[in-house]
């Protein structure tokens, strides 16, 4: 199983991202997706999940400026990111809740300048 994540980036404050993950292989069911973010010095932490029918969580800071959605067809997950501030530099891992063990991708750099 591999997550292949990409929209990262260099962006002024009050812009906007969006970041995508694509999982391939068979990760033998699919439960919640999301993304974690590490800031610099910092411990990975969650930014916003959603569940398999669609519910998203989002960390308290992120509301009403990030959007997670997901295609569980296409096996995809996307994280619309509005309203960037300094603090939301780091970067942000996909994950995945796998059947047998959770999965995440090799991480992409997002980066706001103020």
């Known amino acids: 199983v591999q997550l292949q994540a990409s929209g990262g980036g260099l962006v002024q404050s009050g812009g906007s991202l969006r970041l995508s993950c694509a999982v391939s292989?068979?990760?033998?069911?699919?439960?919640?997706m999301g993304w974690y973010r590490q800031a610099p010095g910092k411990e990975r932490d969650m930014v916003a999940l959603?569940?398999?029918?669609?519910?998203?969580i989002y960390k308290d800071s992120v509301k009403d400026r990030f959007t997670i959605s997901r295609d569980n067809a296409r096996k995809t997950v996307n994280l619309q990111m509005n309203g960037l501030r300094a603090d939301d530099t780091g970067i942000y891992f996909c994950?995945?809740?796998?059947?047998?063990?959770?999965?995440w991708g090799q991480g992409t750099q997002v980066t706001v300048s103020s």
């Open positions: 959603i569940t398999v029918r669609g519910a998203p």
């Open positions: 994950y995945v809740q796998g059947l047998r063990e959770d999965h």
């Open positions: 292989g068979n990760p033998y069911g699919i439960g919640d």
